[in-house]
């Protein structure tokens, strides 16, 4: 049966029970109101550690002025017992006051520079500090040897392998693929909000990604592709806050450079942003 912790020194001490038999110990950092996406990281760590731990934290230093941090879904009867049957081990539960001793305005704040800065950090100012901010915690106080995030949200995947290396975190960073249903809209919390004809509208931007890539594979500019792509979003009746193109390393690629590449897409659709992305070489 799945073990919830509330207390962190019961965590540390059921962390030390683990790694004195032995145990490879594994977290996969949640904000709860889980999906089968989620799951899969369950999943995934399972098969890299004996031991999995999943924490559930509603993180306030990663919403921004105007996201709602009190309004976010939680759900945590349903989060165990999913977790429970992916095969997690313990849920850590957190509290605000355990997180941040010295409340959330007085906090030590971690921040990953030039990675963090762009994009999605760009659109939501002060996210990724969040971010890093709250990782930077949960393995100090699991100290995990893995540690697995879903690659839908690509860029959180780069500046926590950023932080990892720079900081020297003694933890093997595993990226989960993205889960998707079966129109290819990719599964995340988000998806609720979205109405019946919007959650069909919703998969093209998957089909938008497909367009890129074969756009870039056929070695048309960059420049224009992603022209085409915010005109082909908003003739689909989204509010797109970028489509682009870039390298693995976030980085803008040269026209006519081959290599492997990422297309990433965020978009509004009513009052809900969505983002996803596609790897491919070009």
């Not at 002060?126 to 393995?139: E, I």
């Not at 933890?171 to 988000?190: F, H, K, N, Q, W």
Request: aromatic content about 6%; some cysteine.
């Amino acid at each position: 049966m799945i073990e919830t912790v509330t207390e962190l020194a019961a965590l540390r001490a059921r962390v030390a029970q683990w790694r004195r038999e032995g145990l490879r110990v594994a977290l996969v950092p949640t904000m709860g109101n889980l999906h089968d996406g989620h799951f899969s990281l369950v999943r995934l760590a399972r098969t890299h550690a004996d031991r999995v731990i999943a924490s559930v934290f509603v993180n306030p230093t990663q919403f921004g002025p105007n996201e709602d941090f009190a309004q976010y879904p939680r759900t945590p009867e349903a989060d165990a017992h999913g977790l429970e049957a992916a095969g997690c081990d313990a849920v850590w539960l957190p509290s605000v006051a355990t997180m941040y001793p010295y409340g959330v305005e007085a906090t030590v704040r971690v921040q990953v520079p030039a990675v963090s800065e762009t994009l999605e950090g760009a659109h939501r100012p002060g996210h990724f500090d969040g971010v890093a901010t709250v990782v930077s915690r949960l393995f100090n106080q699991v100290q995990p040897d893995v540690a697995v995030f879903g690659r839908k949200d690509y860029q959180q995947l780069a500046v926590i392998r950023y932080l990892v290396r720079d900081l020297a975190f003694p933890i093997e960073v595993i990226g989960a693929d993205i889960v998707r249903e079966g129109s290819g809209l990719a599964m995340s919390s988000r998806n609720q909000y979205l109405s019946a004809p919007e959650r069909e509208q919703a998969a093209q931007i998957h089909r938008c990604l497909q367009a890129m890539r074969e756009a870039a594979q056929a070695g048309r500019p960059r420049g224009a592709i992603e022209a085409e792509a915010h005109e082909r979003l908003a003739a689909a009746g989204f509010v797109p806050d970028y489509a682009v193109i870039r390298g693995l390393d976030l980085t803008v690629p040269a026209d006519g450079e081959g290599g492997a590449r990422v297309a990433l897409i965020a978009a509004r659709l009513g009052r809900t942003r969505l983002i996803d992305n596609l790897e491919f070489e070009a």
